[in-house]
């Protein structure tokens, strides 16, 4: 019995796309007939998904990549945004995210918001790795590469709790953004950032008081 397995390739690198078309195709059971369109950026992606669903004959499997360019109208900014239209128009679609990113705290906020089917670090892709993915998301999902397994395990293991919002401080802190400027992109007032980052200190226990001793305590425990 074939199987007809419609898919949507989004990444704005045609070459890597061709990658892993050739890919899956090669590695295909012999019952899989694979259909796949290929989007370049968020509006086709968009265009892609809202007709599979007008014709109904909506994708089985998205591969999203997470860094694309914005939408014309502004209302997508990066894959992320584009998973999270997917799960509303294709519930039953298996999303498949692609990212060069390996921050824990992106890796966090996408299996929180998202909850892939599967997660790839490009860094870690393999052929042998993406056919195996591409099969395990189809019949027995999920499938995490190892970078996104490791970064799972260490804050698993680890006997600190941080929510949300003290992962973002933890991740703007990375990123070189200043206390004073902590508050806004946070919408939180400045005492209260202070507060929360005197209580990460605590957790971590760092005796020095230092940012940036904080951060390399913090990453060696996986939560940036």
Do not use: W
């Amino acid at each position: 019995m074939t199987e007809k397995i419609k898919i949507l390739m989004i990444d704005d690198h045609p070459m890597i796309i061709e990658g892993y078309q050739n890919t899956l195709q090669f590695t295909k059971a012999e019952n899989q007939e694979l259909y796949i369109d290929i989007a370049n950026n968020c509006d086709e992606a968009i265009r892609f998904m809202d007709e599979s669903v007008l014709k109904n004959r909506p994708y089985d499997v998205l591969f999203v990549d997470i860094s694309l360019p914005p939408s014309k109208d502004g209302s997508m900014n990066s894959g992320e945004d584009l998973a999270e239209y997917a799960r509303k128009v294709l519930p039953k679609a298996k999303i498949v995210i692609l990212t060069m990113f390996n921050e824990s705290f992106r890796i966090h906020n996408i299996i929180k918001t998202i909850d892939p089917e599967g997660f790839l670090i490009k860094s870690d892709l393999t052929s042998s790795e993406l056919a195996s993915a591409f099969q395990a998301v189809l019949f027995n999902p999920p499938f995490y590469s190892g970078t996104v397994n490791s970064h799972i395990r260490k804050t698993l293991t680890s006997d600190i709790v941080i929510d949300e919002k003290n992962r973002k401080i933890l991740h703007l802190l990375s990123q070189g953004v200043k206390t004073k400027n902590l508050a806004s992109h946070l919408d939180m007032s400045l005492s209260a950032v202070e507060k929360r980052k005197k209580q990460l200190k605590d957790l971590f226990s760092i005796e020095d008081g230092e940012d940036e001793t904080l951060l390399t305590e913090a990453r060696k425990q996986g939560f940036v």
